[in-house]
């Protein structure tokens, strides 16, 4: 069964830096695009990152130049480095994939349990 697993949330200031990591395990055939998403309290989960198979990035307009996204294929592995953190990042960040679990399995989406990051004023 595939999962995927995030890392790295936690408490920091503003204007500070953090790292989140999301590893997939499990039977994977091939991974079309990694993504972070997020959930503030009371807010809709909204689409951070995006990073396809073919290397192309989209980010969302609030995080542009302080956010970037990085894969590492070997280690189906993807990461979100978040620099000038705001209090408005505050939110559970879900790591996303869309993949297939075998050749003959069909291209789906799944998702991590979610990290809390919380920056503080």
């Known amino acids: 069964q595939v999962q995927l697993e995030e890392s790295g949330g936690g408490l920091v200031q503003a204007g500070g830096s953090l790292s989140l990591s999301c590893a997939a395990s499990?039977?994977?055939?091939?991974?079309?695009?990694m993504r972070w998403y997020r959930q503030a309290p009371g807010k809709q989960r909204e689409l951070v990152a995006e990073?396809?198979?073919?290397?192309?990035?989209n980010y969302a307009d609030s995080v542009k130049g302080r956010f970037t996204i990085s894969r590492d294929n070997a280690k189906n592995r993807v990461s979100l480095h978040m620099n000038s953190l705001r209090p408005e990042d505050t939110a559970t960040y879900y790591c996303n994939a869309d993949l297939r679990a075998t050749m003959s399995s069909a291209l789906r989406g799944y998702w991590g349990q979610g990290t809390q990051v919380t920056v503080s004023s």
């Open positions: 499990g039977s994977i055939f091939s991974i079309n695009a």
């Open positions: 990073l396809t198979s073919g290397g192309r990035t």
